[in-house]
């Protein structure tokens, strides 16, 4: 498997779960880090048992679209193996790189994709894009949308709807001690992710400054372009003192805050270019037993399910009356919760995706 994504550690449990799977011998081909716009990540062998977790130079790190691995070739050569599982978009030259080195070697190469709008790229990328459809032996979607975009752009080989990572249930898992009562409870509202435009971070301040006085705080955990931005907003609104930026935080530190939170925000906008397609921090707080609040934009809905709350995309009064009615209603927060972590463990655990996985590799193997 070739992914930039297993730099960060929680991740990585998806492979532990592929690799005691019958018949699998598992290698893993990652960068030492990924730079972005929310910043730099450094890889984090958090869960490596099982399978071999290799770091390769890395061309253009931070290049989403001409990022390469200059010695895959190398790899592949030693390696020989059955399967080549790329995880990136089909319209990316790390993509169009690895399944021509893996063709080479005689592997049968999957790629996969988040892409839920249908973008035309301009040459080389819809070349990439192209060629990888008519080498791929198969394709992972990481929601239906893609799978959709994919056949209006040409793919007609086999495709599965598979989340790209879960979550370890083990470890994202609710508070053991009971919530504190009421009466000297600060109603705590969270935000996990990028710092960008389109993470509607700003909408989840504006509707927080509509609240009435009480007992609530704010804590937003991530990094990116607009932090500036929303630290000066929040001192607009008159809550800077309710806000708290947590900054980027690993992974492996993201169930500790989860669980001292009342309910997660994702209050994503769509645009020209993006739309939410999925929403992993979503799993993460329901798996923690945190109720989830989520704009109906995109994938949010689906993941969502009967286990949280959705309100209209860009609606700051809808979702500030979610988010009353979640404060003044302890019992529904707590039911919530309860369906929230059962949503999990029923569709969206690292085992069931690697059983899952498992399965494209065998029919591709058997095909």
């Known amino acids: 498997m070739v992914s930039k994504a297993l730099v960060v550690g929680a991740y990585q449990r998806k492979l532990e779960e592929l690799a005691c799977l019958p018949g699998v011998a598992l ?5 030492a880090g990924w730079r972005d716009s929310r910043g730099a990540l450094t890889l984090d062998r958090a869960h490596t048992t099982g399978y071999d977790l290799l770091v390769a130079p890395l061309a253009f790190n931070g290049q989403f679209h001409l990022h390469f691995y200059p010695t895959l070739g190398r790899l592949l050569r030693r390696l020989r193996p059955d399967v080549l599982h790329v995880d990136e978009e089909p319209y990316n030259l790390a ?19 988040w892409q839920n709008l249908n973008r035309r790229y301009p040459w080389p990328f819809r070349h990439f894009e192209t060629t990888n459809y008519r080498r791929a032996a198969c394709a992972i979607a990481g929601n239906q949308d893609a799978v959709g975009v994919l056949r209006v752009k040409g793919y007609r080989g086999p495709v599965v709807v598979i989340p790209q990572f879960g979550v370890d249930p083990d470890i994202f898992a609710p508070a053991p001690a009971p919530a504190a009562s009421a009466d000297d409870h600060t109603f705590t509202v969270g935000y996990a992710g990028g710092l960008a435009p389109e993470k509607g971070v700003d909408l989840l301040l504006a509707a927080c400054a509509g609240w009435p006085a009480g007992r609530w705080a704010l804590q937003i955990a991530g990094e990116g372009p607009e932090r500036a931005h929303l630290g000066k907003l929040a001192a607009q609104l008159g809550i800077a003192d309710r806000v708290q930026f947590l900054g980027y935080r690993p992974s492996t530190a993201l169930p500790a805050i989860y669980r001292g939170w009342d309910v997660l925000v994702l209050p994503s906008r769509s645009r020209p270019n993006w739309v939410e397609q999925f929403g992993r921090v979503l799993i993460e707080a329901m798996a923690c037993g945190v109720p989830v609040i989520g704009a109906a934009t995109g994938e949010i809905p689906n993941v969502i399910g009967d286990a949280g709350l959705t309100f209209p995309e860009g609606d700051i009064a809808a979702l500030r009356a979610a988010l009353a009615a979640l404060a003044a209603n302890p019992t529904r927060r707590a039911a919530l919760a309860e369906q929230g972590r059962a949503r999990v463990l029923a569709h969206f655990t690292q085992a069931q995706i690697a059983a899952a996985t498992y399965r494209v590799y065998r029919q591709m193997l058997t095909a």
């Open 27 to 31: 290698t893993a081909i990652v960068p």
């Open 95 to 113: 993509t169009w790189h690895a399944l021509r080195l893996g063709q080479a070697v005689g592997a049968r190469g999957l790629f996969f994709t």
